[in-house]
């Protein structure tokens, strides 16, 4: 784990540190399964598939009736090479045996889900980061049925695919781990431990994953709401701390003690508890907003705000998302003028923001921009009427609800959910809507018009999204393409012609706001009209769009045809030839603005990438 935080560091001597320990651990454990199996990482893998081939080839011969005894004498010798080709000369106890696939399944497992220039980085130093590979050898663990890496491998499966409907179309998810298996498990480790509220949240997620949002967001309050702990750790720790010290003052023995050490050690798991009470409110609110009760979602993600610290100003952001689709316009103004002061604190205490909040914070200044030039304008039409001189003052970019909902072209709270979640889990009435009113603002907008290219583009990508979720791929990929073609034409217009106004920064957070910080944001507004993350993801739903017609499709070279044009577009993103050249370093850049949408892209295509390789070998 302290190898995987130093990869957290922006640098490269953390980065090779990381690295090191990472491929100490990798060879350690790679050792151990060659002595435990006799086989090596890469060709396991081929070998199981192999054996498993021959088991249910042996079982067909057991069920099928007798024909003759030659045949039978032929069928037993068969079998013999079968059960003596697993190279294990000497018998292992399963908890070891457990321990080695469950460690080496999750290390392989965490570098399958690095972003590619660390993935490459490591597959120098000789890692094998095989996403299926991990997760056979993280189910075979769970098979084996120990008492302690048993309930951890489950834990991982379970933990790994339900977050995959935050990354994956429902309709693409691995055939290796589907949700019948995924129920199984979930019912077998809650009925061995009925009271852990882990198990609780994991059945959440996967009861939204089924699509019976209702009953997810029920089992999630039920899960914050079992064992709760009202008192702070902290306090409780002070308590039994001034206990522990008194008891050895006056020399108690052990049998004294140990009651006190107990409430020692339940501070760990009442600890514990808040955190994963504070994840179950976090995948609460997110089902609230899937189910449409907007008010309810922003009183959720407030109360969490409360609760943990982890990034108060994204929760912040979150809950105001709330509030402006529950159409409370002036609420949600003052609201969202209070994130950029929250982020100004941690700036001040030499914090750097994490990209979630770095996507809210670029979101607010957009419209801080738009509102400056709006104000300019009327007040650039207004003075020659009245005398008066223009004023720069900052007062005029203070948001409100008029104001929010001229600046805020793209629905807040519909783009939050589509890069954070997908569109998967919103209602059918929803997307209507959401259909309609995206229409409205375009044809507002103009067809033609070279003005708010990157809310276009977000528009024009939202409403594909929409229009493939309502079965209707054509004007679905329409919408991808004219996305493409808007990043085209309005980058060759804005390079010329943007003259953007940035809002203006107080002197106190001019001196605390930090270097690279000040000049990114500056880039982005720079580059306002011209650039956004609609690009790279109208290039990932396209190639979603290829995927899905895979299963429709039964010959194989119709297949390997569509799901080589899917993966032209996946090569895309990261190619220079897929866009412009004049935009590619920009693009490629990837503006700190837009980390968190570009990570969640990145395992987006890893998983749709692999999803095209099992499609097209099945």
Known sequence: MSATLQFLSNRWVDYMRGAYKLRKTYKKYEQLFEW??????????????????????????????????????????????STQHHPRSFPSPWSVKGGIFFGLGLLILIFSLLPPKLAKLLNTFGFYASRPFALQLLQEAYHLNDELYSPLSAMALLAYYTSLSSFIHPQLLPSSFNLAKARAVVDATKAKFPQGKIWKLLEGKLCRMEGDLAKSVQVLR????????????????????????????????????????????????????????????????????????YFQASETFFRLESMNNWSRAFYHYIATCCLYGDEEYDKAALDFMQIPKLLARRRRHGSRLMPNEQFADHVIRQWLVQAAISSATATATVAPMTGRKPSSSSSSLVLT????????????????????????????????????????????????????????????????????????????????????????????????????????VSQQDQQHQPMHESASSANASTLMGAVSWAGPYALYELALLKALQLEKVSTIEKKRHIAREAKDYLHKIDSPHGLDAISHDEWMAKDISYEAAYMLLHVRCQLLAEKLDELVDA
Request: aromatic fraction near 8%; proline fraction near 5%.
């Open 36 to 81: 435990i199996t006799g086989e090596s990482t890469a060709d396991y893998p081929h070998l199981a598939r192999r054996r498993k081939r021959a088991k249910t080839s042996i079982r067909k011969k057991k069920h099928a009736p007798p024909a003759a005894t030659c045949s039978s004498s032929t069928s037993s010798s068969s079998s013999q090479p």
């Open 222 to 293: 039920d899960c914050r709401r079992r064992n709760s702990v009202c008192t702070s750790v902290w306090q409780l720790n002070q308590k039994y701390q001034k206990q522990y010290d008194a008891l050895i003052a006056k020399g108690a023995n052990k049998d004294v003690l140990s009651p006190c050490l107990q409430q020692f050690q339940s501070l760990v798991v009442s600890e514990l508890s808040l955190q994963i009470s504070a994840l179950s409110v976090y995948e609460m609110g997110w089902g609230q907003i899937f189910l449409g009760d």
């Open 401 to 504: 609800g008029a104001s929010l909902q001229k600046v805020a072209l793209v629905h807040p709270l519909w783009e939050l959910i589509y890069v954070w979640h997908g569109l998967y889990h919103v209602s059918p009435s929803m997307l209507a809507t959401m259909q309609v009113e995206l229409q409205k603002t375009l044809d507002t907008l103009g067809k033609w018009s070279t003005a708010y290219c990157s809310e276009r583009a977000r528009l024009y990508l939202l409403l594909g999204v929409v229009q493939r979720e309502c079965g209707d791929d054509d004007h679905a990929e329409t919408c991808f393409k004219r996305v493409l073609m808007l990043k085209k034409v309005c980058h060759l217009h804005h390079r010329h012609n943007d003259h953007p106004i940035q809002p203006p």
